[in-house]
Structure formats: C-alpha cells, structure tokens
C-alpha cells in the first residue's frame, strides 16, 4: 500500500496508512481547513429545523 499523500512511498505500520509524521500530519491539515468535506443533502430553506410532532391523546 503507498502513502494516499505522496503515493511515492509504502505505509510505515507507525503511520499507517501513512509513509511519515509529514504526511500524517498533512492529511490533519486537509480535514481541519475544510479541504475534505462529507457531502450532505442541502435543505430545503437554510436554518429550518424538523422537528418531530408527537401527538398527546391524553390532551385535548
């Protein structure tokens, strides 16, 4: 398996799935400033919320 950073060097099992701490390190970065992202549906009207609607039949 090659490093998914550098794809030039085979994982080190401390790193693993990485090749070094550099690369480790790089992959952290990516995900803190937003470079990955998990796609998610948008809403319909930003900022709406769903909330369940429970029906009490002891109240009238």
Partial sequence: MTCP???K?????KYKPFCSRRCADEDLSNWLSGSYAIPAAPNEEEGEVDLPTHTDPTRH
């Fill in 9 to 13: 060097s085979p994982a080190v099992p």
């Fill in 5 to 7: 950073i550098c794809a």
